[in-house]
């Protein structure tokens, strides 16, 4: 794998769906200091991390590397790969991290584009705004805000936080 751009691979495969092209303003490294809202999870929290984007070679899949901590709890480490689903007309993300175990309703996000938004859900669910062109949209100054929802005890989506996403430098 490396993060470098993506030209064609030398196998007679078809190229990578457009749709990924949404998610390109992501590929960096970026940094959040945020805070969650009471939730399920219990009261709110101080929420850091960092977080890189990068295209596996051949542009099919991007790849999240990502290390959160929430308030004094250990740090959680992972990798995310996402993906866009031609025949069902759909993103998917599968992630592996320090949580535990892999298992099909923990571990994997689905998402669509809807009113000029990409929105995944999965364990829990999160929202991109996009900009004319469809792509996931940068605020003013560059950064990138994520919306987050958890379950509640009866199953509905409430709001748990915002995070907003600092490129770093170099």
């Keep these: 794998m490396t993060c470098d751009d993506n030209d064609a691979t030398e196998f007679d495969v078809p190229p990578p769906n457009p749709e ?4 390109e303003p992501l590929v960096g490294t970026w940094t959040a200091n945020d805070h969650t809202r009471d939730s399920v999870l219990g009261p709110g929290v101080p929420v850091t991390s960092r977080e890189t984007f990068c295209w596996l070679d051949g542009g099919y899949f991007l790849v999240q590397t ?6 004094d709890e250990p740090a959680q480490t992972g990798v995310n790969y996402w993906m866009y689903d031609a025949e069902r007309q759909r993103f998917r993300i599968i992630f592996f991290s320090n949580n535990g175990p892999y298992s099909d309703a923990g571990n994997q996000y689905a998402g669509e584009v809807a009113d000029d938004k990409l929105t995944m859900a999965g364990p829990a669910r999160f929202q991109y705004d996009l900009d004319a062109d469809g792509a996931i949209k940068p605020n003013p100054d ?3 805000t994520i919306e987050w929802w958890l379950q509640d005890e009866a199953g509905e989506w409430q ?3 915002t995070n907003t996403f600092t490129r770093e430098s170099g």
């Design 20 to 23: 990924l092209k949404r998610l």
């Design 66 to 71: 990502y290390e959160v901590v929430f308030g």
């Design 142 to 144: 560059g950064t990138i």
């Design 159 to 161: 709001p748990w936080m």
